[in-house]
């Protein structure tokens, strides 16, 4: 059973960084696109980043060059660096995992409960 765990949200001020991490398990994070959504209240769902069963990248144009998504295949664990960061970025993260070797739009079947990330100003 696929079972995926965020941690790392947090409430910081503008400019800041963290750097949210996520355990899967019953998965092979390396086989298979992988990623983080975020979604705030009001606001239709974003995706983030994305990485392939390569290790290539996909970002959204709003966190270019301020977020990088990574994984510890050892750890099984899912990364995503946040810096620079700006209100706009307050969301709720998910971390999430496909059934595809290339990334999709949106068909990610498993979903982690969430983690909140707040931005003041």
């Known amino acids: 059973q696929v079972h995926l765990m965020e941690s790392g949200g947090d409430s910081v001020q503008t400019g800041g960084s963290l750097r949210l991490s996520c355990v899967v398990s019953?998965?092979?994070?390396?086989?298979?696109?992988t990623g983080w959504f975020r979604q705030a209240p009001g606001k239709e769902r974003e995706r983030v980043a994305t990485?392939?069963?390569?290790?290539?990248?996909t970002y959204a144009d709003s966190v270019k060059g301020r977020f990088t998504i990574s994984r510890d295949n050892a750890k099984n664990t899912l990364y995503l660096q946040m810096n620079s960061l700006k209100p706009e970025d307050t969301s709720m993260y998910y971390c999430v995992a496909s059934l595809w070797v290339g990334c999709p739009r949106d068909d990610y079947p498993y979903w982690g409960q969430g983690t909140q990330v707040t931005v003041s100003s």
């Open positions: 019953g998965y092979t994070l390396s086989s298979y696109c």
């Open positions: 990485i392939n069963r390569s290790g290539s990248t």
